[in-house]
């Protein structure tokens, strides 16, 4: 076997392993794999072991690798990164799943933008669940308006939370996510997804109720340039 699709077996491994510890039946968790930065030869490889779902953190990227594996049926595109205005468009056309809606122009915009031909895009809400000044998120606070609006849009299913934690916040921070998605939850019953959980610390998300994990460097190696 080659790197990626042993790196990718043995996080399926770890997963079972720790859902097994925790309780949870493990085919409530989905991984996804992180592909930003990477060429599509890895997600060819990745794809043929049966991983489906990746996650983009570019608009451009993602329009591209979706153009260029648009063969591979199975694969359902998560977008993962920031997304202005401008690019929306490009998330429209590809992505299944859009994790980071943190204003509701955002999301007017795909609803208006999402061809005919495809099936609502399925969106999670960002929550600035460590308070950082200038990151990405809203308030907590702040979900149960933006949630409302977003459901109430046409082309657009409300499915969840997600999260990226302050470094050193992950415990406390996932343990109010899980929190705020049980909230969430009694208004709008199918929003119950939690993206939350990286390479680093998807165990204890897994603990705290996460139902989508997002593993980057653990499946496809380090990347060539520093993100954050
Ligand atoms: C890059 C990225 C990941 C993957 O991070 P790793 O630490 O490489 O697993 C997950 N989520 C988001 C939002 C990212 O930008």
Request: aromatic share 6%; hydrophobic share 40%; glycine share 6%.
């Amino acid at each position: 076997m080659n790197n990626i699709a042993e790196q990718l077996n043995l996080a399926y491994q770890n997963l079972n392993k720790k859902c097994g510890l925790l309780g949870i039946k493990s085919d409530t968790v989905q991984l996804i794999a992180v592909s930003k930065t990477k060429p599509t030869s890895a997600i060819i490889t990745a794809y043929q072991t049966g991983q489906y779902q990746f996650g983009e953190n570019y608009p451009q990227e993602l329009a591209e690798k979706s153009a260029q594996l648009n063969t591979y049926n199975n694969i359902v595109w998560h977008f993962i990164g920031p997304l202005q205005s401008n690019k929306t468009k490009l998330v429209a056309e590809n992505a299944h799943w859009v994790h980071s809606i943190d204003r509701l122009k955002i999301a007017e915009r795909l609803s208006a933008q999402r061809p005919e031909n495809l099936a609502p895009v399925k969106v999670l809400l960002q929550i600035n669940i460590s308070n950082e000044p200038s990151k990405a998120g809203i308030a907590a606070d702040e979900m149960f308006n933006l949630a409302a609006s977003v459901a109430a849009l046409p082309n657009i299913e409300l499915k969840g939370l997600m999260a990226i934690p302050a470094p050193g916040d992950s415990e406390h921070a996932f343990a109010a996510m899980q929190q705020l998605s049980l909230q969430l939850q009694q208004l709008q019953p199918q929003a119950n997804e939690l993206s939350m959980g990286m390479s680093d610390d998807w165990p204890l998300a897994l603990k705290y109720g996460a139902t989508m994990i997002r593993l980057g460097t653990v499946i496809f190696g380090a990347r060539d340039y520093k993100q954050e």
